[in-house]
């Protein structure tokens, strides 16, 4: 009870924006003054807060206020994308301390992790970091996943990864305390630990990448299903007519929204030379020169940028109907890029489309965390596992 307690506490000043007194935590969390002060001690002499001068506005003894010590902790976060991987060292604030990218590369997945795994202890010996400061490392990847086996079991658009135990492979390469979670959940963690006020309440994060799905978040809790697979929306419909999917069906949004169908499809209309299947790095590459003719005003490009917004915002729409949420955010490795030609129609479309519309309006943003959302989230995936409180730990073990 004492350790959760202490996790609720740390969870109140980090959500404060600028701070709380003793007194203010007793107010907010329930608990007596005395455990406050001996649980502040706790993390006083943890180094996790610290005490960052004092305030008083009426009659009586100053207030000393308590932060969270952006020193006191660290996590490195890996995510891995198709396309690129990329690397970050977060402090206990969520804020970067140093980050790299390199293109993902292609071929067999244990020389991929040596990669991954090397470039990690590059990241850290450049950071300055006090390596016993690093609570551990989070891996986002795509989905499918096994949690239990820490696995990445054959995702559409990462061949010969058929349940890799990325987890137990990392552990050994790197000695760090490992958790692997989907990228799009991973997103999700990163928008409530570090997203200011787009990452409150209740709200989908969708995730465009190589791929494109949906982390989930109700009432502040990101929810991760049965088997932390949720947010898979690959094979909703959004045009009846579309492409046909290799589930079966027609015009799913893994057919007709993603990355690789758009530059398909420019390649189709001459707007880029065709150059034929496309691994992840040139998917990436050739997405931007895609978006660069729509910005410098070609129309059969721009044409192509709308009618992939419209067919997100109806899968969008599917979701938020289903779980009621205030608000969308946006974001991922190829959102920059797209963000100024879904933003000017995909809000309408979604308010059009909502089945609570005469009741509430659904806010649809940019991720406030930016593009290395998936990397950062996988940080937080060590902060969130560490730190914030959890009724599981006030189970007994045995």
């Known amino acids: 009870m004492g350790d959760f307690n202490l996790t609720v506490i740390l969870e109140a000043i980090r959500r404060s924006s600028g701070g709380l007194s003793r007194v203010e935590l007793a107010h907010i969390v329930g608990l007596s003054p005395q455990t406050i002060s001996n649980i502040s001690r ?61 293109a993902t590369p292609g071929g067999d997945p244990a020389a991929v992790i040596t990669s991954i795994a090397g470039q990690i202890q590059v990241l ?37 990864w058929n349940r890799v135990r990325i987890r137990e492979a990392l552990t050994e390469a790197t000695g760090l305390e490992t958790l692997v979670d989907k990228d799009v959940t991973s997103a999700a963690v990163a ?108 129309e059969k490009a721009i044409a192509i940028l709308e009618k992939s917004a419209v067919l997100v915002a109806r899968a969008v729409s599917v979701v938020t109907n289903t779980l009621d949420v205030e608000r969308v955010v946006f974001g991922g490795p190829f959102w920059g890029r797209m963000s100024k030609y879904f933003l000017g129609s995909v809000p309408e479309l979604i308010a059009q489309n909502s089945a609570a519309r005469m009741i509430h309006g659904i806010e649809v943003v940019g991720s406030g965390v930016g593009e290395d959302v998936g990397a950062i989230g996988a940080a937080c995936l060590v902060l969130e596992h560490t730190l914030a409180p959890r009724a599981q730990r006030l189970l007994l073990e045995g």
């Not at 010590?69 to 140093?98: C, E, Q």
């Open 42 to 102: 706790r993390l006083l002499d943890q180094e996790l807060i610290v005490e960052a001068g004092k305030e008083g506005t009426g009659p009586g003894k100053p207030r000393t206020i308590l932060r969270l010590n952006p020193s006191g902790m660290y996590a490195v976060g890996v995510h891995l994308d198709p396309a690129v991987i990329t690397f970050v060292v977060l402090d206990l604030l969520g804020d970067v301390v140093r980050h790299s990218r390199m």
């Open 124 to 160: 850290i010996e450049e950071s300055g970091v006090d390596q016993s400061k690093i609570a551990g490392l989070g891996v986002a990847v795509p989905g499918p996943i096994d949690l239990d086996e820490g696995s990445v079991v054959e995702p559409p658009l990462l061949t010969r």
């Open 191 to 298: 928008e409530t630990w570090a997203g200011g006020a787009s990452g409150a309440g209740s709200f989908v994060f969708m995730y465009m990448g190589t791929g494109i799905g949906c982390g989930l978040v109700l009432n502040d809790e990101v929810v991760r299903g049965t088997s932390g697979n949720a947010g898979e929306i690959g094979h909703i419909i959004v045009d009846p007519d579309g492409p046909p999917c290799d589930c079966g069906l027609r015009g799913c949004v893994k057919s007709s929204c993603i990355p690789q169908v758009l530059v398909a499809e420019a390649e189709a209309a001459g707007v880029l030379d065709g150059h034929g299947q496309e691994d992840g790095p040139a998917v990436q590459e050739r997405y931007a020169m895609l978006c660069d003719k729509a910005d410098a005003g070609d």
